[in-house]
Nanobody
Framework: QVQLVESGGGLVQPGGSLRLSCAAS????????MAWYRQAPWKQREMVGL???????TYADSVKGRFTISRDNRKNTVYLQMSSLKPEDTGLYFC?????WGQGTQVTVSS
């Protein structure tokens, strides 16, 4: 059974940084495209970015240049490094692979 467990969320001031982790089990994350999504209150879930099995990354325009996705194949974990955070980055962040989703980790950007 595939499980994705996100962690690393929290409260951060505008301009700050956070690193989210997505630990995968039941699947070899390096062999799949892994994606990060987020959902703000009263908004649709949107894709933040993804990393392919070849290590190619793609980002939403809203986070390009500020967020970076990486992976540690030994730990079967994918990361989302977020910098220069803005209040509009607030939301529940989810990890996704194929049809599987994690439970999400909350990121709140506020002064």
């Amino acid at each position: 059974q595939v499980q994705l467990v996100e962690s690393g969320g929290g409260l951060v001031q505008p301009g700050g940084s956070l690193r989210l982790s997505c630990a995968a089990s039941g699947i070899i994350s390096s062999s799949r495209t892994m994606a990060w999504y987020r959902q703000a209150p009263w908004k649709q879930r949107e894709m933040v970015g993804l990393i392919t099995s070849l290590g190619i990354t793609t980002y939403a325009d809203s986070v390009k240049g500020r967020f970076t996705i990486s992976r540690d194949n030994r730990k079967n974990t994918v990361y989302l490094q977020m910098s220069s955070l803005k209040p509009e980055d607030t939301g529940l962040y989810f990890c996704n692979v194929m049809s599987w989703w994690g439970q999400g980790t909350q990121v709140t950007v506020s002064s």
